[in-house]
C-alpha cells in the first residue's frame, strides 16, 4: 500500500511544498496544449539547481537535439526562465554568455513555440548582454522581421525594441516603420509599441515616425489604434499646442480604449488651461459626444473627466446627469454601479445639480446588489432632507451585515457631512455609527468610525456625553491597539469636562488590566488628567494608579509615579500638568518663534504673540480633484491692500509677452471700491539666471493721469530658474462725478509698462549665496494693457433671471441691432460676453454646433452696486452675416447707454 501511494503521482504532488508551480505550468508546461491530465503530473520545476540546469543547456549545441526535439528544447528555456523570474536566481557573464550563445542556436528550428521561449528568453537575459553578442541576434532577428510568418514578425519586433540602442537604430529603423503600416494587426500593434518603448532610449528618430504613426489611428483594429494614440502622446505631451490640435483636427477614433484615453489626455488639457480657450470649448463638446457612445465605458470615462473638471458649473452638468440618469435604469448590475460611482463623487462638489437624481436615487435604496445600494444610500444622504434619515438609515442597517467594508467606509464619510449639515440629527447618526462599530469591523472602518465620532464631537458640544460613551464602547471590544490609544487621549481631553466624568473611569481602567503595555501607559495618562481635573473622583482614582506601581512595563510605571507626584503637589504646580494649555501645540509653537523677535518682554502666556490656528489639511486621495483658487486670493495676503475693502472683480490672466520668451509675464486685475491692483505673475524661464527686485513701471496715456495715480509698487524680491512669482502696483481712481445720484460712473485707461529687475548669473550650488553675488539692471518691456469697463462689473447672484428680468421692467430700457463680424454662433457669443463683461446665466453660453440663431441671458453688477441684464438674441444667415439684436434693462440709465455704445 505504502509502495502504490509512493508511485501515485497525486500522492507525491502533495507531498511538495507550496509554491507557484501552478502558475509557472500554466505559463511554461506545454504550450503546444494542454490536456486533461495535465494536473496529474509531476511539476518538471522542482527541486532544480541552476549548475544542474545550465548543463543541461549544453544540448542547445547538438544540431540533432535542436531540429528533431523541439519540446525537450522548450521545456529546458523554461527551466532557465524559472530559475531566472520565480526563483530569482543570478547568472554569470561567462554563464550568460553561454546560455546565450546556445539559445541563438535554437533559430534553426522553425517550431513556433519553440520560436517563442525563445523571444521570451533573449528579453530577459539582453540588459545582462554585452552589445558586442546582442549583434549576433540582431540579424537573425531582421531575418524574422523580414519573414512571411506574422507571428515571428510580431515576436521579433517586441525583442527587437529591448536589445537596440542608438547606434543601431539607424538601419533597424526603415523595418519598424514598415511594420507600423502592416496589414496584420499584430505586427503592427507590436511595432508601435517597440517604437514607445524605444522612444524612451531615443526620442529623436522616433519624432520622424508621425505620418506612420498618424495612419494607425485610422486603423480598423481597435488595438492598434490605442497604442498609435499612446505613441503619439508620448511623442507630444510637452508641446500643447500640438496636444490642443490632435483630439479636434482628426476623426475621432472608432476604439474604445483609444477614446478613453483621448479622453484622459484631453481632461489634462482642460485642467492646465483653465477652460477659457475656444479649444477647450471644443474638447468639451468633444467629451458631451462620447457621453452617447455606443460603449460605456466611453460614455462613464467621458462623464467622470467632465465632473473632476475644475470650476465645472451645474449647467455643464447637464448632459452627464442625462446620461447616469439612464444608466441607473439600466439591468445591468455594473453599469448601475458605475453611474452610482460618479454620482457619489459628483454629489461632494455640486450635491445641488443632482437633486434631480434623488427619484432614481431612492429607487435603487433596495437594489438586490448591495453595493450599488449603499452609494445610492451614501449619495441621497449628502442631498436628502432631514425628515428622511431615519428610514434611510433603518433602511441600510437591514443589509448592513452584507455590505463590504470598502462601502461603509464611503456610507460613514457621508454621515459626517450630513451631521455638519444637520446639527440636529447628530444622535441618529451616532446610534447608526454605533451598530456598525458592533458588527465586525476591519481597522481602517473602526478608525474611520472613531475618526468621525471624534468630528462630531468637536463640531457639535452638546454630543459630548454621547460621543464618548460610543467611544467607550468602542474600546471595549477592540483589538486594534493604535484605535484604543487614540479613543483613551481623546477621554482624557473631553472627559472631564463631561456632566458625569466618573462613568467613564471604569471603561479606562479595564485597558490596564486587559491590554497590552502602550495602551496600559496611555490608560494610566488618562485617569491622571481625571484625577487632576476632577476633584470629586481624586481619591479614588490616585488608588488605581498606585495599584499599578508594580507594572512590569518601565514607561507605565513612569507615568504613574508623574501622575502620583502631580496629584500631590500644590494647586499652582498640579496645574503645570493637568490644566489645559490655553494654545494648541501648534499655536504655541508659532507664538514662541513670533516671541523670539522681542524676546526682552517676560515669558509668559500675557506677552506671546497671538497666532491664529492653523487650518488642518485635508489628505488627498489618488486622482482627486483639485480645488482651484480664486482669482483674488493672492491680493489677500498682502498687508497693504487690507484696508481697500472687498474686490469687485478679478479678471482673468492676460498674457502681456508671447507664450514661448524667456520672461512669461500675465497680469491680473483685482477691481475695489476705488482702487485697481495690478497682479503681475512673472516666469521665468532662462536656466543660470536668477530674477532680483522685480517691479513693474506704468506709463498713462495721455488724458488718464486726472483720474488715475500709481500708489504703490510692491516689488518681487527673487524668481529663481523656472519658477513664477508675483509683484503688484496699486493705482487709485476718482470716477467723474455723475450727472445723477443713481448713476455710475466708471472711469478706463490704457498703460503701458515696462519690467525693471537685476540678472544674476548663477548655479545651483550658488543659489544659497545670492546675495554676494553681483548682478545687472535689466529692462523688459511688456504689451500695453487696458482697464475697461468689463472690469469693473460683478457676477450677480441670480436664481431665476426671467423673475428678476421682469422686475426690472420699470426701470431703463433699450434695445438696438448690430450687426458682427464673426464666422459662427459661438464665436459671436463669446465675444459680446467678453466685450460687455456680463455674465451669461441658464447655460446660454453654450451653443449647439451648427446653430444659426441662439439667445444668450447675460447680467451683472457694475461696480458691484448697479444691476444690469441683457437678453440677446444672435441670429446666422448668409444674405446678412452674424446679426445682434439686444435688449437691456438697468437700474441706471447711464449704464444702459453705456452697454449699447460697447457694441458699436
Same mark, same amino acid.
Given at each position: 500500500?505504502?509502495?502504490?501511494?509512493?508511485?501515485?503521482?497525486?500522492?507525491?504532488?502533495?507531498?511538495?511544498?507550496?509554491?507557484?508551480?501552478?502558475?509557472?505550468?500554466?505559463?511554461?508546461?506545454?504550450?503546444?496544449?494542454?490536456?486533461?491530465?495535465?494536473?496529474?503530473?509531476?511539476?518538471?520545476?522542482?527541486?532544480?539547481?541552476?549548475?544542474?540546469?545550465?548543463?543541461?543547456?549544453?544540448?542547445?549545441?547538438?544540431?540533432?537535439?535542436?531540429?528533431?526535439?523541439?519540446? #525537450?528544447?522548450?521545456?529546458?528555456?523554461?527551466?532557465?526562465? $524559472?530559475?531566472?523570474?520565480?526563483?530569482?536566481?543570478?547568472?554569470? !557573464?561567462?554563464?550568460?554568455?553561454?546560455?546565450?550563445?546556445?539559445? %541563438?542556436?535554437?533559430?534553426?528550428?522553425?517550431?513556433?513555440?519553440?520560436?517563442? @521561449?525563445?523571444?521570451?528568453?533573449?528579453?530577459?537575459?539582453?540588459?545582462? %548582454?554585452?552589445?558586442?553578442?546582442?549583434?549576433?541576434?540582431?540579424?537573425? +532577428?531582421?531575418?524574422?522581421? !523580414?519573414?512571411?510568418?506574422?507571428?515571428?514578425?510580431?515576436?521579433?519586433?517586441?525583442?527587437?525594441?529591448?536589445?537596440?540602442?542608438?547606434?543601431?537604430?539607424?538601419?533597424?529603423?526603415?523595418?519598424?516603420?514598415?511594420?507600423?503600416?502592416?496589414?496584420?494587426?499584430?505586427?503592427?500593434?507590436?511595432?508601435?509599441?517597440?517604437?514607445?518603448?524605444?522612444?524612451?532610449?531615443?526620442?529623436?528618430?522616433?519624432?520622424?515616425?508621425?505620418?506612420?504613426?498618424?495612419?494607425?489611428?485610422?486603423?480598423?483594429?481597435? @488595438?492598434?489604434?490605442?497604442?498609435?494614440?499612446?505613441?503619439?502622446?508620448?511623442?507630444?505631451?510637452?508641446?500643447?499646442?500640438?496636444?490642443?490640435?490632435?483630439?479636434?483636427?482628426?476623426?475621432?477614433?472608432? =476604439?474604445?480604449?483609444?477614446?478613453?484615453?483621448?479622453?484622459?489626455?484631453?481632461?489634462?488639457?482642460?485642467?492646465?488651461?483653465?477652460?477659457?480657450?475656444?479649444?477647450?470649448?471644443?474638447?468639451?463638446? #468633444?467629451?458631451?459626444?462620447?457621453?452617447?457612445?455606443?460603449?460605456?465605458?466611453?460614455?462613464?470615462?467621458?462623464?467622470?473627466?467632465?465632473?473632476?473638471?475644475?470650476?465645472?458649473?451645474?449647467?455643464?452638468?447637464?448632459?452627464?446627469?442625462?446620461?447616469?440618469?439612464?444608466?441607473?435604469?439600466?439591468?445591468?448590475?455594473?453599469?448601475?454601479?458605475?453611474? #452610482?460611482?460618479? +454620482?457619489?463623487?459628483?454629489?461632494?462638489?455640486?450635491?445641488?445639480?443632482?437633486?434631480?437624481? !434623488?427619484?432614481?436615487?431612492?429607487?435603487?435604496?433596495?437594489?438586490?446588489?448591495?453595493?450599488?445600494? %449603499?452609494?445610492?444610500?451614501?449619495?441621497?444622504?449628502?442631498?436628502?432632507?432631514?425628515?428622511?434619515?431615519?428610514?434611510?438609515?433603518?433602511?441600510?442597517?437591514? $443589509?448592513?451585515?452584507?455590505?463590504?467594508?470598502?462601502?461603509? *467606509?464611503?456610507?460613514?464619510?457621508?454621515?459626517?457631512?450630513?451631521?455638519?449639515? $444637520?446639527?440636529?440629527?447628530?444622535?441618529?447618526?451616532?446610534?447608526?455609527?454605533? =451598530?456598525? +462599530?458592533?458588527?465586525?469591523?476591519?481597522?481602517?472602518?473602526?478608525?474611520?468610525?472613531?475618526?468621525?465620532?471624534?468630528?462630531?464631537?468637536?463640531?457639535?458640544?452638546?454630543?459630548?456625553?454621547?460621543?464618548?460613551?460610543?467611544?467607550?464602547?468602542?474600546?471595549?471590544?477592540?483589538?486594534?491597539?493604535?484605535?484604543?490609544?487614540?479613543?483613551?487621549?481623546?477621554?482624557?481631553?473631553?472627559?472631564?469636562?463631561?456632566?458625569?466624568?466618573?462613568?467613564?473611569?471604569?471603561?479606562?481602567?479595564?485597558?490596564?488590566?486587559?491590554?497590552?503595555?502602550?495602551?496600559?501607559?496611555?490608560? *494610566?495618562?488618562?485617569?491622571?488628567?481625571?484625577?487632576?481635573?476632577?476633584?470629586?473622583?481624586?481619591?479614588?482614582?490616585?488608588?488605581?494608579?498606585?495599584?499599578?506601581?508594580?507594572?512590569?512595563?518601565?514607561?507605565?510605571?513612569?507615568?504613574?509615579?508623574?501622575?502620583?507626584?502631580?496629584?500631590?503637589?500644590?494647586?499652582?504646580?498640579?496645574?503645570?500638568?493637568?490644566?489645559?494649555?490655553?494654545?494648541?501645540?501648534?499655536?504655541?509653537?508659532?507664538?514662541?518663534?513670533?516671541?523670539?523677535?522681542?524676546?526682552?518682554?517676560?515669558?509668559?502666556?500675557?506677552?506671546?504673540?497671538? *497666532?491664529?490656528?492653523?487650518?488642518?489639511?485635508?489628505?488627498?486621495?489618488?486622482?482627486?480633484?483639485?480645488?482651484?483658487?480664486?482669482?483674488?486670493?493672492?491680493?489677500?495676503?498682502?498687508?497693504?491692500?487690507?484696508?481697500?475693502? /472687498?474686490?469687485?472683480?478679478?479678471?482673468?490672466?492676460?498674457?502681456?509677452? &508671447?507664450? &514661448?520668451?524667456?520672461?512669461?509675464?500675465?497680469?491680473?486685475?483685482?477691481?475695489?471700491?476705488?482702487?485697481?491692483?495690478?497682479?503681475?505673475?512673472?516666469?521665468?524661464?532662462?536656466?543660470?539666471?536668477?530674477?532680483?527686485?522685480?517691479?513693474?513701471?506704468?506709463?498713462? &496715456?495721455?488724458?488718464?493721469?486726472?483720474?488715475?495715480?500709481?500708489?504703490?509698487?510692491?516689488?518681487?524680491?527673487?524668481?529663481?530658474?523656472?519658477?513664477?512669482?508675483?509683484?503688484?502696483?496699486?493705482?487709485?481712481?476718482?470716477?467723474?462725478? /455723475?450727472?445723477?445720484?443713481?448713476?455710475?460712473?466708471?472711469?478706463?485707461?490704457?498703460?503701458?509698462?515696462?519690467?525693471?529687475?537685476?540678472?544674476?548669473?548663477?548655479?545651483?550650488?550658488?543659489?544659497?549665496?545670492?546675495?554676494?553675488?553681483?548682478?545687472?539692471?535689466?529692462?523688459?518691456?511688456?504689451?500695453?494693457?487696458?482697464?475697461?469697463?468689463?472690469?469693473?462689473?460683478?457676477?450677480?447672484?441670480?436664481?431665476?433671471?426671467?423673475?428678476?428680468?421682469?422686475?426690472?421692467?420699470?426701470?431703463?430700457?433699450?434695445?438696438?441691432?448690430?450687426?458682427?463680424?464673426?464666422?459662427?454662433?459661438?464665436?459671436?457669443?463669446?465675444?459680446? +460676453?467678453?466685450?460687455?463683461?456680463? $455674465?451669461?446665466?441658464?447655460?446660454?453660453?453654450?451653443?449647439? @454646433?451648427?446653430?444659426?440663431?441662439?439667445?444668450?441671458?447675460?447680467?451683472?453688477?457694475? #461696480?458691484?452696486?448697479?444691476?444690469?441684464?441683457?437678453?440677446?438674441?444672435? *441670429?446666422?444667415?448668409?444674405?446678412?452675416?452674424?446679426?445682434?439684436?439686444?435688449?437691456?434693462?438697468?437700474?441706471?440709465?447711464?449704464?444702459?447707454? %453705456?452697454?449699447?455704445?460697447?457694441?458699436?
Amino acid at each position: 500500500m505504502q509502495a502504490q501511494n509512493a508511485n501515485d503521482p497525486k500522492s507525491r504532488e502533495n507531498e511538495q511544498p507550496e509554491s507557484v508551480l501552478n502558475i509557472i505550468r500554466k505559463e511554461f508546461f506545454d504550450i503546444g496544449g494542454h490536456d486533461k491530465d495535465d494536473d496529474l503530473r509531476a511539476s518538471p520545476f522542482y527541486g532544480l539547481t541552476k549548475s544542474a540546469v545550465l548543463q543541461e543547456c549544453r544540448m542547445f549545441n547538438d544540431p540533432n537535439v535542436v531540429m528533431n526535439k523541439p519540446e #525537450m528544447c522548450r521545456l529546458l528555456m523554461s527551466k532557465v526562465l $524559472y530559475l531566472l523570474v520565480v526563483e530569482g536566481e543570478t547568472l554569470t !557573464n561567462n554563464e550568460v554568455t553561454d546560455v546565450f550563445f546556445g539559445a %541563438t542556436k535554437l533559430f534553426q528550428n522553425q517550431d513556433p513555440a519553440l520560436r517563442r @521561449m525563445t523571444y521570451l528568453f533573449i528579453k530577459e537575459v539582453a540588459e545582462k %548582454t554585452s552589445a558586442e553578442e546582442v549583434i549576433i541576434v540582431v540579424s537573425t +532577428l531582421l531575418k524574422d522581421l !523580414n519573414s512571411e510568418n506574422e507571428l515571428f514578425r510580431a515576436n521579433s519586433l517586441r525583442v527587437l525594441s529591448r536589445i537596440l540602442d542608438v547606434s543601431m537604430l539607424a538601419q533597424v529603423e526603415r523595418y519598424i516603420k514598415q511594420a507600423i503600416v502592416h496589414k496584420n494587426p499584430r505586427v503592427a500593434s507590436s511595432a508601435l509599441l517597440c517604437g514607445l518603448y524605444l522612444y524612451s532610449v531615443s526620442p529623436e528618430p522616433i519624432r520622424r515616425w508621425v505620418s506612420e504613426i498618424n495612419q494607425s489611428l485610422s486603423y480598423e483594429d481597435e @488595438m492598434v489604434q490605442y497604442h498609435g494614440l499612446l505613441l503619439l502622446y508620448a511623442m507630444k505631451q510637452h508641446d500643447r499646442l500640438a496636444l490642443n490640435k490632435a483630439p479636434l483636427r482628426q476623426r475621432l477614433p472608432t =476604439s474604445p480604449l483609444s477614446l478613453c484615453m483621448l479622453i484622459r489626455y484631453s481632461a489634462q488639457l482642460l485642467r492646465d488651461d483653465g477652460g477659457d480657450s475656444d479649444a477647450s470649448r471644443e474638447i468639451y463638446d #468633444m467629451m458631451v459626444k462620447c457621453l452617447r457612445h455606443s460603449s460605456d465605458m466611453v460614455c462613464f470615462e467621458a462623464a467622470r473627466a467632465i465632473v473632476r473638471l475644475p470650476g465645472v458649473r451645474d449647467e455643464d452638468l447637464a448632459p452627464v446627469l442625462s446620461m447616469l440618469r439612464v444608466q441607473l435604469g439600466s439591468s445591468r448590475t455594473c453599469a448601475k454601479f458605475a453611474a #452610482m460611482r460618479i +454620482l457619489n463623487e459628483l454629489s461632494v462638489s455640486h450635491p445641488m445639480a443632482i437633486e434631480g437624481c !434623488n427619484g432614481d436615487l431612492e429607487a435603487l435604496v433596495n437594489d438586490a446588489n448591495r453595493s450599488v445600494a %449603499t452609494l445610492a444610500v451614501s449619495t441621497l444622504l449628502k442631498t436628502v432632507e432631514p425628515g428622511k434619515i431615519d428610514s434611510l438609515l433603518k433602511q441600510i442597517a437591514s $443589509y448592513l451585515a452584507e455590505i463590504d467594508d470598502e462601502f461603509k *467606509v464611503l456610507l460613514v464619510q457621508s454621515l459626517l457631512a450630513l451631521t455638519t449639515k $444637520y446639527p440636529e440629527q447628530h444622535a441618529a447618526i451616532l446610534s447608526f455609527l454605533s =451598530s456598525i +462599530l458592533r458588527g465586525e469591523c476591519s481597522e481602517t472602518l473602526k478608525a474611520t468610525i472613531v475618526s468621525t465620532i471624534i468630528s462630531i464631537l468637536q463640531h457639535i458640544p452638546e454630543s459630548l456625553e454621547a460621543c464618548l460613551l460610543h467611544l467607550c464602547e468602542c474600546i471595549e471590544d477592540c483589538e486594534y491597539p493604535q484605535i484604543i490609544v487614540r479613543v483613551l487621549h481623546v477621554l482624557a481631553q473631553h472627559g472631564p469636562d463631561a456632566v458625569a466624568p466618573a462613568r467613564f473611569i471604569r471603561f479606562i481602567y479595564n485597558r490596564i488590566i486587559l491590554e497590552d503595555a502602550c495602551v496600559r501607559a496611555a490608560a *494610566v495618562e488618562a485617569l491622571g488628567q481625571f484625577a487632576g481635573r476632577v476633584p470629586s473622583v481624586r481619591k479614588s482614582v490616585a488608588e488605581l494608579l498606585r495599584g499599578c506601581l508594580k507594572d512590569e512595563n518601565d514607561e507605565v510605571r513612569e507615568r504613574v509615579v508623574l501622575a502620583l507626584q502631580g496629584l500631590a503637589a500644590e494647586e499652582p504646580d498640579r496645574a503645570l500638568l493637568f490644566a489645559r494649555l490655553p494654545l494648541s501645540p501648534a499655536q504655541l509653537h508659532a507664538s514662541l518663534q513670533a516671541f523670539q523677535q522681542r524676546p526682552a518682554e517676560a515669558l509668559d502666556w500675557e506677552h506671546l504673540p497671538v *497666532v491664529a490656528a492653523p487650518v488642518a489639511k485635508k489628505e488627498e486621495k489618488v486622482e482627486a480633484k483639485k480645488e482651484e483658487k480664486p482669482a483674488a486670493s493672492a491680493v489677500f495676503s498682502v498687508p497693504a491692500f487690507a484696508a481697500y475693502g /472687498p474686490v469687485v472683480r478679478s479678471s482673468v490672466p492676460v498674457l502681456l509677452t &508671447e507664450a &514661448e520668451t524667456e520672461y512669461r509675464v500675465s497680469v491680473v486685475k483685482h477691481v475695489f471700491a476705488s482702487h485697481v491692483v495690478l497682479q503681475f505673475d512673472v516666469s521665468n524661464t532662462v536656466d543660470g539666471q536668477v530674477m532680483c527686485d522685480v517691479r513693474m513701471e506704468l506709463q498713462l &496715456e495721455e488724458g488718464d493721469e486726472a483720474q488715475w495715480s500709481v500708489e504703490s509698487v510692491l516689488p518681487c524680491k527673487t524668481i529663481g530658474m523656472n519658477e513664477e512669482a508675483s509683484t503688484f502696483v496699486s493705482l487709485a481712481f476718482q470716477p467723474a462725478e /455723475p450727472a445723477e445720484a443713481d448713476e455710475v460712473e466708471v472711469p478706463e485707461a490704457s498703460f503701458s509698462a515696462v519690467m525693471k529687475f537685476v540678472v544674476k548669473d548663477v548655479e545651483e550650488e550658488e543659489l544659497d549665496a545670492l546675495d554676494a553675488i553681483e548682478g545687472f539692471d535689466e529692462e523688459y518691456e511688456i504689451e500695453s494693457f487696458r482697464v475697461e469697463f468689463a472690469d469693473f462689473v460683478a457676477r450677480p447672484l441670480i436664481s431665476d433671471f426671467r423673475g428678476q428680468w421682469e422686475a426690472l421692467k420699470a426701470a431703463s430700457e433699450a434695445e438696438d441691432q448690430v450687426a458682427l463680424s464673426f464666422e459662427d454662433v459661438a464665436s459671436a457669443v463669446k465675444g459680446v +460676453l467678453e466685450v460687455l463683461g456680463l $455674465y451669461a446665466y441658464e447655460g446660454s453660453d453654450r451653443v449647439a @454646433m451648427g446653430s444659426t440663431n441662439h439667445t444668450v441671458l447675460m447680467a451683472g453688477k457694475v #461696480m458691484g452696486k448697479v444691476l444690469v441684464m441683457a437678453r440677446c438674441q444672435i *441670429v446666422l444667415s448668409e444674405k446678412y452675416g452674424c446679426v445682434l439684436r439686444i435688449g437691456v434693462r438697468s437700474e441706471s440709465e447711464g449704464v444702459v447707454q %453705456t452697454i449699447i455704445s460697447l457694441l458699436h
